[in-house]
């Protein structure tokens, strides 16, 4: 059972950076970032692979960098420039899935963090 666990949530005014973290027993294969905003589904934003391959949603394309220390089995989002409509729980998830992009379906990852707040104010 692969544990995750986010950290690095909180409120922020727009224009501003977050970074979250994601603490994990065990590093699979595929990598990634989800959110939910109130009244919507859960999407993916950003998603990394072993080999370092990275793949992003369109809406958050230059503003957002997935990245993951190997040595410590942690992921991170950087969160840059954000706007109000970033706001959400931010989830993070594994799966041992080979196609790893940000076009992910939430029920194609097997293990899931309890999720981190953000707030963008503006």
């Known amino acids: 059972q692969v544990q995750l666990l986010e950290s690095g949530g909180g409120s922020v005014q727009a224009g501003g950076s977050l970074r979250l973290s994601c603490d994990a027993s065990?590093?699979?294969?595929?990598m990634a970032w989800f959110r939910e905003a109130p009244g919507k589904e859960r999407e993916a934003v950003a998603a990394?692979?072993?080999?370092?391959?990275?793949d992003y949603a369109d809406s958050v394309k230059g503003r957002f960098t997935v990245s993951q220390d190997n040595a410590k089995n942690v992921l991170y989002l950087q969160m840059n420039n954000v706007k109000a409509e970033d706001t959400a729980m931010y989830y993070c998830?594994?799966?041992?899935?080979?196609?790893?992009?940000?076009?992910?379906?939430?029920?194609?990852?097997?293990?899931w963090g309890k999720g981190t707040l953000v707030g963008i104010s503006s």
């Open positions: 998830a594994a799966s041992e899935r080979r196609l790893c992009i940000a076009g992910m379906h939430p029920g194609g990852m097997r293990y």
């Open positions: 990394i692979d072993m080999d370092g391959d990275t």
């Open positions: 065990e590093k699979l294969y595929c």
